[in-house]
């Protein structure tokens, strides 16, 4: 199983960025979802998750801003995040879940900044 994540940068405060994980060797439309951060000094927080059947949910402090989605076609995760804030600034890894079997990716990192 390989997990691709792309899509991390630098950015401005208020910008945008779409994180994208790709997925292989695994049947991810029978997977659950999910995007972490970590931020320096932090530990890894649970950012969002979309189930198998398309459930989302989110932590507080990006609910209204990220949308997590899924191409099962693509055996993609995307992370749609808007109105960025330095506080957002992490490594962001997706994690897939597959039925209690727990696999990562390689972490993209995410910097906000002016």
């Known amino acids: 199983v390989q997990l691709q994540a792309s899509g991390g940068g630098l950015v401005q405060p208020g910008g945008s960025l779409r994180l994208s994980c790709a997925a292989s060797g695994i049947i991810f439309s029978n997977s659950n979802v999910s995007w972490y951060r970590q931020a320096p000094g932090k530990q890894r927080e649970l950012v969002a998750s979309i189930t198998r059947g398309g459930v989302t949910q989110y932590v507080d402090s990006v609910k209204g801003r990220f949308t997590i989605s899924r191409d099962n076609a693509k055996n993609t995760v995307y992370l749609q995040m808007n109105s960025l804030k330095p506080e957002d600034t992490a490594i962001y890894y997706c994690?897939?879940?597959?039925?209690?079997?727990?696999?990562w990716g390689q972490g993209t990192q995410v910097t906000v900044s002016s």
């Open positions: 994690n897939l879940d597959h039925w209690g079997f727990m696999y």
